[in-house]
């Protein structure tokens, strides 16, 4: 019996984010939602019965979905701005069509995992209204307010990620409120216990409607320096930053990653505890040392912190190598890893790591890492940033700190074939449509079997049947060349060797103690062989699974 068959479905299986904006339209109104998601379902997992746990290889094969924020917004920052915890956004649909989705999803085998923005809410919120609505209002103390300083200027100097200074001063009452990232996303008080209660309530709202999890907006926000002592300077930071990058400018020592978060952490883990099989999922971005406590000590913190290491790695065999083992080496024995190469928050994964043939590695390598992946909507397609005119740019961090840091270029609509608007809209979509459309999209890429589309269904079957890629050890081999990063992957009998080269050149790896095996998987789609494993040769940019 393979000792890693007791894994739970966020340790084996693979996650797909979903910006709901962007998928699929089908109200006719330029924007993407659930009911839209609901069609699609079919194309993420069928869940027909036949293979080892549902679907067939024409659907993609993922077992569950992060739903970005489809609560009601204003939109300031498209969802992040929350203005009821527990509705649906009208663009989106209502509780119904959720409750929809979650039963259409459940029938595949897809699990639900939606977003919890518990750091902020919209000013447009009821609770922020009363709380602004005068000092001694008692919601008054379920934000963060203080007085001026003696000069009149902002209680401290910190800057908001968005640009310019994270207080905005209500005139009317005379205090400043903190928001780390727009205005409009006033920083809750997580210190009252008020507050922390009716957040629960908000979690508890959706576990009772049968989510399976959760991904929280940048936990590590949650609790501020008692003290709102300034932030130190940035010594190191770029010169060129715009003018208003204040935040930019600053060490992030005050703000944020404060340990009386942990206990935070704690309380939602319990809750989660409450239910069956529920995941906690964090957006966490700190260093190493501080990310892994998101853990917590003894498996009471996040199942998966998420991990965006690789993502801000060069593209190089040994820094990807470093950051995986770093990685391994600093989990306790507990935690399971977990791997993100793309999201609504960074540039697409083809275009950053310099086109077509490097993303088919990427893809490789973050589907036969150990631990779980998780997969941004639109990169099994290759879809790269769009070109976003200046004058249409969304994105309150693009239109604050320019063109270039607009996050817009990696939220463009899904495409799903030659049709107007990429079969995404009837009509013109709030974010243009990339004009590669009519050759990059679901249809086209269906049709040519050695298709990135096709890789990824490829890689993320066989992976679901593969005990040693969904549940197995990792161990990393030196291979005689260091530009082409190898691993093995073991789960009791079963033996996986994976190749990958980074470079643009043929390239010779001899493995260690090893005569032959059997490529089952190319990047390029084109060989399944038995090599010699003493000298086996990659072509540019090739990456293979190799049995032995
Ligand atoms: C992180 C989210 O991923 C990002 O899109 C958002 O703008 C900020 N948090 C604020 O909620």
């Known amino acids: 019996m393979n000792p890693k068959q007791n894994l739970l479905w966020w ?43 549902g679907g067939t290889e024409a659907s993609l094969g993922v077992d569950a979905i992060w739903l970005s924020p489809i609560f009601p917004s204003p939109m300031a920052d498209f969802g992040y701005d ?53 000092r001694d209002n008692p919601k008054r103390d379920w934000y963060i307010w203080r007085d ?21 001063l209500d005139e009317a009452t005379g205090q400043y409120y903190l928001h780390q990232f727009v205005k409009e996303q006033p920083e809750l008080n997580w210190r009252n216990p008020e507050v922390r209660a009716a957040m629960m309530d908000v979690l508890r709202f959706w576990l009772e409607r049968g989510v399976d999890g959760f991904r929280v907006d940048v936990v590590g926000l949650l609790i501020k ?41 704690r309380a939602f883990r319990r809750l989660l505890d409450e239910y069956e099989d529920r995941c906690g999922i964090g957006e966490i971005w700190f260093e190493l040392p501080r990310w892994v406590k ?14 965006f290491r690789l993502l801000r790695q060069p593209w190089q065999a040994q820094a990807m190598r470093r950051s995986v083992d770093e990685l391994e080496a600093a989990l306790p024995a507990f935690a399971w890893p977990n791997y993100v190469l793309g999201s609504h928050d960074s540039p697409r994964l083809a275009s950053r790591f310099g ?48 063109a270039e840091r607009t996050r817009d270029v990696c939220r463009t609509p899904m495409q799903w074939d030659e049709g107007p608007d990429a079969g995404f809209s009837a009509v013109e979509p709030w974010l243009p449509v990339s004009a590669d459309y009519a050759t990059r999209n679901v249809a086209v890429q269906s049709a040519d079997p050695t298709s990135m589309l096709n890789l990824y269904r490829r890689l993320l ?54 005569d032959t095996g059997q490529i089952v998987i190319s990047t390029h789609l084109d060989r399944e062989e038995r090599v010699s494993l003493s000298d086996l040769e990659l072509r540019p940019h090739e990456g293979v699974i190799v049995e032995l």
């Open 82 to 134: 929350v203005a009821d915890y527990c509705d649906v956004e009208p663009l989106f649909g209502d509780l119904a069509t959720f409750d929809q989705l979650v039963a259409e999803a459940h029938r595949r085998g897809i699990k639900i995992i939606i977003d919890y923005v518990p750091n902020h809410s919209s000013d447009q919120h009821p609770w922020f209204i009363e709380s602004r609505s005068s």
């Open 11 to 53: 340790q084996r299986g693979v996650i797909y984010q979903i910006y709901p904006r962007s998928f699929k339209d089908t109200t006719g109104n330029g924007v993407g939602d659930l009911q839209g998601v609901i069609e699609k379902l079919d194309y993420l997992n069928d869940g027909s019965p036949g293979l080892t746990t």
């Open 294 to 307: 998101y853990y917590g000590e003894n498996d009471d913190g996040l199942h998966l912190p998420f991990n």
């Open 355 to 402: 086109g077509q043939a490097q993303a088919r590695l990427a893809a490789m390598m973050l589907l036969t890492l150990r631990g779980t992946p998780t997969l941004y909507y639109g990169d099994e397609l290759g879809m790269e940033n769009g070109v976003i005119p200046p004058e249409k740019i969304q994105d309150p961090q693009g239109v604050n700190l320019g």
């Open 461 to 514: 079957w066989y992976r679901r049947r593969s005990p040693a890629l969904y549940g197995g050890d990792y161990q990393p081999l030196d291979a005689g060349d260091a530009d082409v990063f190898v691993y093995l992957r073991t789960a009791g009998d079963e033996r996986r060797l994976i190749a990958l080269n980074f470079t643009a050149d043929h390239r010779r790896i001899s493995v260690p103690g090893e």
């Open 148 to 168: 001026p300083r003696p000069d009149g200027s902002p209680p401290n100097n910190w800057g908001s990620y968005f640009g310019g200074p994270a207080w905005t």
């Open 225 to 265: 320096d008692a003290e709102l002592r300034d932030n130190p300077p940035n010594l190191d930071a770029d010169p060129n930053l715009p003018p208003n990058d204040l935040a930019g400018r600053q060490l992030q020592v005050y703000n944020q990653d404060q340990d009386e978060v942990h206990e935070i952490i």
